[in-house]
């Protein structure tokens, strides 16, 4: 059974850091991989999605990874803005199970000025 | 603007009394689903929908209901409601998830049930 974790679980950094997010999963054998941010209270914005042939995926300050072989992806944002506090999300859909994201708790990121 | 409405975002009701949160995407997305959100567990889901009069369950489909008779519209019905189905609920749609295609969420129905 495919399971998906995050580490950690929360982050606080000073305005202006890179950072990395992790994201890894336990079943290699999966379609695409998904990045969501959730502000408090909200819904979820799709960040950067990968399929599983992909590496990676860029997004103005944002940069997606994926390493199928390992279970990991990460999440990096270069020069961390306030604005960048929120929940970050991975959601993996499993090769064998097209119909559904399996989620991961997420990293709950406070960007301090 | 390409988007899923749920409506409404906030809903306060009294166990029993049936209610209906409503979802519409116009994307002519053929995929919809539904999700709560609860803390520490996460993203867990409800039903899903593959296309038009086609609905299945999801992960946690007890005490709830859906229907999809139109392509945009994917209701989510609580027939009798129950203080344990206080959440945040969350719909969403994709073009065709066994394609690749990512999901597009809408903005959160927080429900609370005294």
């Known amino acids: 059974k495919q399971e998906v974790t995050q580490i950690p679980a929360a982050l606080s950094v000073p305005e202006g850091e890179n950072l990395v997010l992790n994201c890894s999963f336990t079943?290699?054998?999966?379609?695409?991989l998904q990045w969501f941010r959730q502000d408090p209270g909200k819904g979820l914005t799709s960040l950067l999605l990968i399929q599983s042939s992909q590496r990676e995926q860029t997004s103005g300050r944002l940069n997606a990874s994926l390493d199928k072989s390992s279970g990991r992806s990460t999440l990096y944002i270069a020069a961390s803005q306030p604005g960048d506090s929120a929940t970050y999300l991975c959601?993996?859909?499993?090769?064998?199970?097209?119909?559904?994201?399996?989620w991961g708790l997420g990293t709950s990121l406070a960007v301090n000025p | 603007e390409a988007q899923v409405t749920q409506n409404p975002r906030y809903l306060i009701t009294v166990t029993g009394k049936k209610l209906t949160v409503t979802c519409s995407q116009n994307?002519?997305?053929?995929?919809m689903s539904w999700y709560r959100q609860d803390p520490g567990l996460g993203l867990r889901q409800i039903y899903y929908s593959m296309n038009v009069e086609v609905t299945d369950k999801g992960d946690v489909p007890e005490g709830y209901k859906v229907s999809r008779k139109e392509k945009r519209n994917f209701p989510l019905i609580l027939e009798s409601p129950s203080p344990n189905q206080t959440s945040l609920y969350f719909c969403?749609?994709?073009?065709?998830?066994?394609?690749?295609?990512?999901?597009?969420f809408g903005s959160g129905t927080r429900l609370t049930v005294v």
């Open positions: 994307m002519n997305h053929e995929y």
């Open positions: 959601a993996v859909k499993d090769a064998g199970n097209n119909r559904k994201l399996i």
């Open positions: 079943d290699s054998a999966i379609y695409n």
């Open positions: 969403a749609s994709s073009l065709r998830p066994q394609q690749g295609y990512g999901y597009t």
